[in-house]
């Protein structure tokens, strides 16, 4: 596997990958990948522009094409993705449904669709955002002020890495998703498939239309869009309920509970 690709657990287990929001990194996922590793096989990758990626800024088809190719090497698995991470998830679904055993996206619900008044003003906003944080990008102070970094040490890259600027891999993702239509996707993917959405996030309705859409499953967890990522053992116990529901029969020990491993 590549440097910037990290696994856990057993090979012979059922594998998962967990994709990484915008301006984060695989290691991010650490705290919920090591309650996951006593069943599942997981694997967490940087996505380009994050993390020690090779390239500097974010493309989805490179994205695509990197989840496809360790897809290559595991065989299937169920795909996780936290807001940029959920929409990866859902291009590499519909790319490769045979490969993917099931979808679970948090805080990806939002109708990106630029033909609707509701999409385009999204899409739009988004847009012009993303050239104001490269500008914060540029004052250190600023920049630091305004990431969404995660709040558990366990989460950050380790000192010897030398990653991507936050701000750098959030405005080359934030550019590259705007005006793309996500929800097509999954409607093709048709397979197993959860939305997980904070009670608190903005545009919750877009959570409960994409739900219907593609015929998904729908559940709320206490908070606002970084919750998946601050709270781990809520959201890894929502993680593996899906999972024990797509592998079941397939995999060893008893189910992850929601405490520390």
Known sequence: MPDWVTTYGEKSDPTVFLLHPAGWTRHAWTPHAERLADRYRVVTIDLPGHGIHPDPEFTMERAVADIDSVLDSVGSAVLVGHSLGGYVAIRVAAARP??????????????????????????????????????????????????????????????????????????????????????????????????????????????????????????????????????????????????DEVYAGQTKGAAYDGRNP
């Open 98 to 243: 045979e490969r993917v055993d099931g979808v679970l996206l948090a805080g990806a619900a939002y109708n990106w669709n630029w033909r609707s008044p509701v999409g385009l003003m999204l899409s739009v906003v988004q847009n012009l955002l993303s050239y104001l944080y490269d500008g914060l990008s540029h004052v250190p102070r600023l920049a630091r002020r305004f990431e969404h970094g995660p709040d558990d040490e366990t989460q950050l890259p380790p000192p010897h890495e030398d990653t991507h600027p936050y701000w750098k891999g959030f405005t080359s993702a934030t550019r590259d998703i705007t005006f793309r239509q996500f929800w097509p996707d999954l409607e093709a993917y048709g397979g197993p498939s959860l939305i997980i959405h904070g009670d608190t996030e903005l545009l919750a309705k877009h959570a409960g239309g994409l739900a219907a859409r593609a015929k998904a499953n729908l559940r709320w967890i206490d908070g606002g869009h970084y919750a998946p990522m601050n709270n781990a053992e809520t959201f890894t116990a929502e993680v593996a309920r899906f999972l």
